[in-house]
């Protein structure tokens, strides 16, 4: 069984920034991608941002290119979500997963996730 761990999440005005951090254990990480996924109130979760075992590919939403950086640290099982220039559009839940599929629905198992809230 996998068990995530999400944190970092909080309160802040349109145009600050955030890091969250996803914490993974319960089996074996090699060579799977990690992703960030979100739910807003009232809507489904949804893809934010991936990235390789290795690192040298990362992928994001269009709505958050270019303002989102997903890392990783292999030799402690994290995943990193740099968020700059936030939007009000930005809140949500953000959930991190292991795994190869974009489609949230595919996962069985979710960390509690961690609330970000952009004020206007």
């Known amino acids: 069984q996998v068990r995530l761990v999400e944190s970092g999440g909080g309160l802040v005005q349109a145009g600050g920034s955030l890091r969250l951090s996803c914490a993974a254990s319960g089996r074996t990480f090699s060579s799977v991608p990690m992703r960030w996924f979100r739910q807003a109130p009232g809507k489904e979760r949804e893809f934010v941002a991936s990235?390789?075992?290795?690192?040298?590919?990362?992928n994001y939403a269009d709505s958050v290119k270019g303002r989102f950086t997903i890392s990783r640290d292999n030799s402690k099982n994290t995943a990193f979500l740099q968020m700059t220039s936030l939007k009000p559009e930005d809140t949500a839940i953000y959930y991190c997963?292991?795994?190869?599929?974009?489609?949230?629905?595919?996962?069985?198992?979710w960390g509690q996730g961690t609330q970000v809230t952009v004020s206007s």
């Open positions: 990235i390789t075992w290795s690192g040298g590919r990362t």
């Open positions: 997963n292991v795994g190869h599929s974009v489609v949230p629905s595919d996962y069985i198992y």
